[in-house]
C-alpha cells in the first residue's frame, strides 16, 4: 500500500497540494527510452469488434514519423487494473441505487470470467474523493462497498480522475478507468487537462459512463458529456450516454467486450521529429482502411531544447516517474 494511504477508505482530496508541491520541485527526469505501449480496439463501420487482425495490419506513427511495432498481442490476456470511479454528489443520488446494484453485476462478471490477476479499485467522489478499497479481486469486498454509498453535494471529478491515475500508473499490465457521473464537475482543483495528462501518463483507457436523469439537452450538462467524450477518445476509451439501469448493464457488459478484445500494440521511439511541446501525438491505423480503431492519441516525451540523443533517450513530465515495463 502507498505510505499515503492510511485505510481502506480514505479521502484523497487533501492530497491534492501534496502532488503540486512535488511537481513543482521535481525538475524533468531523464530515463533510458522506454518501451510506449498502445492498447487497441478495433471495429467495422457497423460497430462489430473485430478480433483476428495481425501484427502487419497495424501501422503507428509518432510526429508523424512510422515506427516499427516491436510488441504485438492479439486478444491480450494481460491482467487488468480497473479504477471504478462512482459519482455520489447529490445530483445523482436518486440514481445511485441502481447504479450500485449494475456495478455490483459488472463487477462480479469482470472477475469472474477473466484473469485471476485482474483487480479493481472503487473510487468515490462527491465534493470530496473517497478510496473505498485498493486494488482487489475480492468482489464481495467490492460489493460490500457500493451498498454503502449516499450522495452528497459537489462534484470533484477531475480530481477524481487524476488521483485514480497516480493509484494506477506503477500498476502492471492493462490500466483501465471507468467512471459513472452525470458529467458534471463544480469543484474540482484540477482541471480537465490536468486530468487527462495524469491518465495518458498512467496508459489509462477511460471509459465514461454517463448517467442522464434529464434526457433533453436543453436541461442536461452538455458541456460535461463533451469533456468526458475528449477525455476518453484522448486515451483510447468511448462514452456510453444511458438513461436507465437497464442501459447501465448494457453499457457495462460492453465495456467487458472490449477488454477482452484488445490489441496490445508498443514501439521504441525511433527518428522521431521533435516540437516544442513534450506531447507525442500518437496515430494508429488498420489494414483495411475501413476499419475503425481507437486508441490513445499521444504520450509525454521528448521535446526541443532536450539533452541526449532522440533516438535513444526519453523524457518524462516533470514530477513524475515512468518505470521500465
Given at each position: 500500500?502507498?505510505r499515503?494511504?492510511?485505510?481502506p477508505?480514505?479521502?484523497?482530496?487533501?492530497l491534492?497540494?501534496l502532488?503540486a508541491?512535488?511537481?513543482q520541485?521535481?525538475?524533468?527526469?531523464?530515463?533510458?527510452?522506454?518501451l510506449v505501449?498502445?492498447?487497441?480496439?478495433v471495429?467495422?463501420?457497423?460497430?462489430?469488434?473485430?478480433?483476428?487482425?495481425?501484427?502487419?495490419?497495424?501501422?503507428?506513427?509518432?510526429?508523424g514519423?512510422?515506427?516499427?511495432?516491436a510488441?504485438?498481442e492479439?486478444?491480450?490476456?494481460?491482467p487488468l487494473?480497473v479504477?471504478?470511479?462512482i459519482d455520489?454528489?447529490?445530483?445523482?443520488?436518486?440514481?445511485l441505487?441502481y447504479?450500485?446494484?449494475?456495478?455490483?453485476r459488472f463487477?462480479?462478471a469482470?472477475?469472474?470470467?477473466?484473469?485471476?490477476?485482474?483487480?479493481?479499485?472503487?473510487?468515490?467522489?462527491?465534493?470530496?474523493?473517497?478510496?473505498?478499497n485498493y486494488?482487489?479481486?475480492?468482489?464481495?469486498?467490492l460489493e460490500?462497498s457500493l451498498?454503502?454509498?449516499?450522495?452528497?453535494?459537489?462534484?470533484?471529478?477531475?480530481?477524481a480522475?487524476?488521483l485514480?491515475?497516480?493509484?494506477l500508473e506503477?500498476?502492471?499490465?492493462r490500466?483501465?478507468m471507468?467512471?459513472?457521473?452525470d458529467?458534471?464537475?463544480?469543484?474540482s482543483s484540477?482541471?480537465l487537462?490536468?486530468?487527462?495528462?495524469?491518465?495518458?501518463?498512467?496508459?489509462?483507457?477511460?471509459?465514461?459512463?454517463?448517467?442522464?436523469?434529464?434526457?433533453?439537452d436543453?436541461?442536461?450538462?452538455?458541456?460535461?458529456?463533451?469533456?468526458?467524450?475528449?477525455?476518453a477518445?484522448g486515451?483510447?476509451?468511448?462514452?456510453?450516454?444511458?438513461?436507465?439501469?437497464?442501459?447501465l448493464?448494457?453499457?457495462?457488459g460492453?465495456?467487458i467486450?472490449e477488454?477482452?478484445t484488445?490489441?496490445?500494440l508498443?514501439?521504441?521511439?525511433?527518428?522521431?521529429?521533435?516540437?516544442?511541446?513534450?506531447?507525442?501525438?500518437l496515430?494508429v491505423?488498420?489494414k483495411?482502411?475501413?476499419?475503425r480503431?481507437s486508441?490513445?492519441?499521444?504520450?509525454?516525451g521528448?521535446?526541443?531544447?532536450?539533452?541526449?540523443?532522440?533516438g535513444?533517450?526519453?523524457?518524462?513530465?516533470?514530477?513524475?516517474?515512468?518505470?521500465t515495463?
Amino acid at each position: 500500500m502507498h505510505r499515503w494511504w492510511v485505510r481502506p477508505a480514505v479521502c484523497l482530496t487533501a492530497l491534492l497540494p501534496l502532488f503540486a508541491a512535488s511537481a513543482q520541485q521535481q525538475p524533468v527526469i531523464r530515463v533510458d527510452v522506454n518501451l510506449v505501449r498502445i492498447v487497441a480496439t478495433v471495429k467495422t463501420q457497423s460497430g462489430e469488434l473485430v478480433k483476428a487482425l495481425q501484427k502487419e495490419d497495424f501501422q503507428v506513427a509518432d510526429n508523424g514519423a512510422p515506427q516499427q511495432v516491436a510488441v504485438f498481442e492479439r486478444q491480450t490476456d494481460q491482467p487488468l487494473s480497473v479504477a471504478l470511479l462512482i459519482d455520489t454528489s447529490g445530483s445523482t443520488a436518486k440514481e445511485l441505487k441502481y447504479e450500485s446494484d449494475s456495478a455490483a453485476r459488472f463487477l462480479k462478471a469482470l472477475l469472474s470470467e477473466g484473469n485471476p490477476q485482474d483487480v479493481v479499485a472503487l473510487y468515490t467522489f462527491n465534493w470530496q474523493i473517497v478510496r473505498q478499497n485498493y486494488f482487489t479481486h475480492s468482489h464481495a469486498s467490492l460489493e460490500n462497498s457500493l451498498k454503502k454509498l449516499y450522495g452528497e453535494a459537489g462534484t470533484s471529478l477531475y480530481d477524481a480522475i487524476y488521483l485514480a491515475a497516480h493509484d494506477l500508473e506503477d500498476r502492471e499490465g492493462r490500466k483501465v478507468m471507468i467512471i459513472v457521473t452525470d458529467g458534471g464537475d463544480t469543484t474540482s482543483s484540477k482541471s480537465l487537462k490536468q486530468a487527462l495528462e495524469a491518465a495518458q501518463l498512467a496508459d489509462a483507457v477511460i471509459y465514461p459512463v454517463v448517467v442522464m436523469p434529464i434526457t433533453n439537452d436543453a436541461g442536461r450538462n452538455i458541456g460535461g458529456e463533451n469533456a468526458l467524450t475528449f477525455i476518453a477518445q484522448g486515451t483510447g476509451g468511448r462514452t456510453f450516454l444511458q438513461t436507465g439501469a437497464a442501459q447501465l448493464d448494457k453499457a457495462f457488459g460492453g465495456i467487458i467486450t472490449e477488454l477482452r478484445t484488445q490489441y496490445v500494440l508498443g514501439f521504441y521511439p525511433h527518428d522521431v521529429p521533435l516540437t516544442k511541446n513534450p506531447f507525442h501525438t500518437l496515430e494508429v491505423r488498420v489494414k483495411p482502411a475501413d476499419l475503425r480503431v481507437s486508441a490513445r492519441n499521444g504520450y509525454y516525451g521528448d521535446s526541443e531544447g532536450n539533452t541526449g540523443s532522440q533516438g535513444d533517450r526519453i523524457s518524462v513530465s516533470p514530477g513524475r516517474k515512468k518505470k521500465t515495463p
